[in-house]
């Protein structure tokens, strides 16, 4: 009988996309059988701290609590190049600079995301209001927050939904730093044997290397969770987030993550962790 491994990520057509590969069947591993299973991120990192399962996307903030639980995959990450999660505020506010949103009221999509970690680090005074990613643009817009974070789609949408941008908290962060913002990852758990991870390591870079080699097929796919966006739209969000940086981290997307954790460990923001990655 096959050994089953559970594969877990948020429902979104970047996370679809980089998975194609493997549950399409293009790619696969003798004696393996791979069950895919969905949950928005905040979802998965709260799953992940009873290790339920054996690859599962999570946040970089999660993984400093995670870390004695799963090792991260140099394969299937979202970074942020330049761009990424959004700090918005409707187009009456008196708000014009983050700075200004030091105390206020601020809807952020949950407790565990590394958009909250990185507006933390930025303006660590803010009041959060913890909702579903899907709900911070309504309640900025009914006036229950002052402000508004957005991540995956609404980062595209958020001047044509009519909000004002404050900050585009990964800009700022490769203006800082020369970094990309490194958000979401795959991670592996850190009980299963040694061959079994190295293998499951390569199994999921040959999936997120069939995607990219395969972008016409596996955008097509990606489209059944793409949330409303049409197709031009879907293609520049999965461009975003499925690249360069989700083939291979390399040692800058290392540095990235170091980096990341260990600026927020200084502000006493999460545990001082050392990235561990599993090797191929």
């Known amino acids: 009988m096959p050994q089953t491994i559970r594969v877990a990520h ?22 393996l059988e791979f069950v895919q299973e969905f949950g928005d991120i905040e979802s998965l990192n ?23 639980k799963y090792v991260l995959l140099d394969a299937g990450a979202s970074f942020g190049d330049g761009y990424g999660p959004t700090v918005i505020v409707n187009q009456t506010s008196r708000f014009l600079r983050l700075e200004d ?10 407790q565990w995301t590394s958009a909250v970690l990185a507006l933390k680090m930025r303006i660590p005074g803010f009041d959060p209001m913890f909702v579903d990613f899907k709900d911070v643009g309504r309640v900025v817009k009914l006036g229950k927050a002052e402000g508004g974070l957005v991540i995956h789609e609404g980062q595209l949408t958020a001047r044509e939904d009519g909000f004002r941008v404050i900050e585009d908290l990964g ?8 970094l990309p913002l ?22 999921m870079a040959e999936t997120v290397a069939y995607g990219l080699d395969h972008r ?20 520049q969000f999965v461009g975003m987030y499925v690249n360069d940086w ?26 001082r962790v050392t990235p561990e990655f599993q090797e191929r």
């Open 10 to 31: 948020s429902p979104d057509s970047d996370d679809a996309f980089m998975f194609y590969g493997l549950f399409s069947g293009a790619v696969k591993a003798d004696g």
């Open 46 to 68: 709260r799953r992940a701290q009873g290790v339920a399962h054996d690859i599962t996307a999570i946040s970089v903030h999660a993984y400093a609590y995670l870390h004695d």
């Open 101 to 110: 949103l030091g105390g206020a009221r601020i809807a952020v999509p949950g």
């Open 171 to 178: 800009a700022s962060w490769k203006e800082r730093t020369g």
């Open 182 to 203: 490194p958000l979401g990852m795959n991670a592996l758990r850190r009980d299963l044997p040694a061959p079994l991870r190295r293998t499951l390591a390569r199994v």
């Open 216 to 235: 016409e097929q596996a955008l097509d796919y990606a489209m059944g969770f793409a949330r409303g966006l049409d197709r031009k739209k879907a293609d």
């Open 246 to 271: 989700t083939r291979d981290v390399g040692p800058r997307g290392r540095e990235a993550v170091r980096l990341f954790l260990s600026e927020a460990a200084g502000l006493g923001l999460v545990p």
